[in-house]
């Protein structure tokens, strides 16, 4: 892993994005946001699975009003996403904690100077969306879809605000396309010191999109660059939080949750390791603290797995082992497995240490 790279802080509501600051897992809802009861509703399942900022489209000025109450009845930044319409975002404003909007949209220079004073006065920082299918036309014409278009794209917007002395930006470059997405970012890393909002965009369903938004992020992620991430799924907004912390996870950036360690199992499995994790996985989606499981289907690999994970069950002829701070404890049946492994899991994650 590089060091990673010295970005500019932006603070996001209670949180910061840059800097030292922790790299933070956004994802946005999917519900109608003038439905705020439903928008909420969504919002804190995400707050439950550990989603640390959430973005939400404001497409109409009503939708715009529902921030408020929105913003009043979640705990996690809120960010709204605006297009165009510069009097939804000075609406907006009022209640979000960062606005997603790219000032080159907006219109005029008078419009976009009152959403900068706006910004100013609430102290709401913006961030530029840069996107390879809606680049300017001059930039299609001069570059194709080359990473080149996004970063001077990218660098027009910055200008615009930095010529109205706002430096509150963050700023991400995706593509759907993991090579022109990862170089863009590296491009503009080189020329600015704005936080980074990583994204691999429209990556498609569950297993195609992890895997580009993992290759995509993690080669930026292992190479220092990269502040905030958004995994862009077709499903479930829970799930592109579940799979950005084990992004970040993955590459040692974060350490929140159960992290289970298990075999692919084969012939000389002892005990049922697939069900087994994807029960323990499910139960325990919303455990913060970090909690290493070890789930392995016999003594091949079992013992060395479970005496670095904080419990570990190894599977075996009979009773299986399991194992507490690397040692073994007690031998239990199928039966049980399930029950000791929550029991032991919840043991942990209620103590204070
Ligand atoms: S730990 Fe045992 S059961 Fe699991 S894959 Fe390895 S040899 Fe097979």
Redesign the pocket.
């Known amino acids: 892993m590089t060091e990673r790279r010295k970005s500019r802080k932006v603070k996001v509501g209670k949180l910061h994005i840059g800097g030292d600051a922790p790299i933070t897992v956004q994802s946005m809802t999917t519900t109608d946001t003038t439905n705020f009861k439903a928008t909420i509703e969504q919002i804190h399942s995400l707050e439950d699975v550990g989603c640390d900022i959430v973005r939400v489209s404001a497409p109409t000025m009503e939708a715009a009003k529902a921030l408020k109450e929105i913003k009043e009845n979640i705990s996690i930044p809120l960010i709204v996403d605006i297009h165009f319409d510069y009097r939804i975002a000075l609406e907006a404003v009022k209640y979000v904690d960062k606005l997603r909007i790219n000032p080159g949209n907006i219109g005029n220079s008078d419009k976009v100077q009152q959403v900068v004073n706006a910004c100013k006065n609430y102290q709401v920082p913006m961030r530029i969306g840069v996107n390879l299918g809606s680049l300017e036309r001059d930039l299609f014409e001069k570059y194709g879809y080359a990473p080149e278009a996004m970063v001077e794209s990218a660098m027009r917007h910055v200008k615009i605000l930095e010529d109205l002395d706002f430096y509150n930006t963050i700023v991400s470059l995706k593509a759907s396309d993991v090579p022109r997405m990862v170089k863009a970012y590296k491009l503009f890393a080189e020329k600015t010191d704005y936080p980074l909002h990583l994204g691999v965009t429209e990556a498609g369903s569950k297993i195609p999109g992890t895997v580009k938004s993992a290759i995509g992020m993690g080669m930026l992620l292992a190479e220092g660059i990269g502040d905030t991430i958004r995994v862009s799924l077709s499903d479930e907004p829970k799930e592109e939080v579940k799979i950005g912390k084990l992004i970040l996870r993955s590459l040692g950036l974060r350490n929140e949750g159960v992290q289970v360690t298990s075999?692919?199992?084969?012939?000389?499995?002892?005990v049922d390791?697939i069900k087994l994790v994807e029960q323990l996985e499910n139960s325990t989606e919303m455990v913060k603290k970090p909690i290493k499981v070890a789930i392995?289907?016999?003594?091949?690999?079992?013992p060395g797995e479970s005496r670095k994970a904080d419990i570990g069950i190894v599977?075996a002829p009979g009773n299986h082992l399991l194992y507490k701070e690397g040692k073994i404890v007690k031998r239990i049946n199928d039966n049980e497995i399930y029950d000791v492994l929550m029991k032991e899991i919840n043991e942990i994650a209620s103590n204070g240490n």
């Open positions: 075999c692919p199992t084969c012939a000389r499995t002892e390791v392995m289907g016999c003594a091949v690999n079992g599977g």
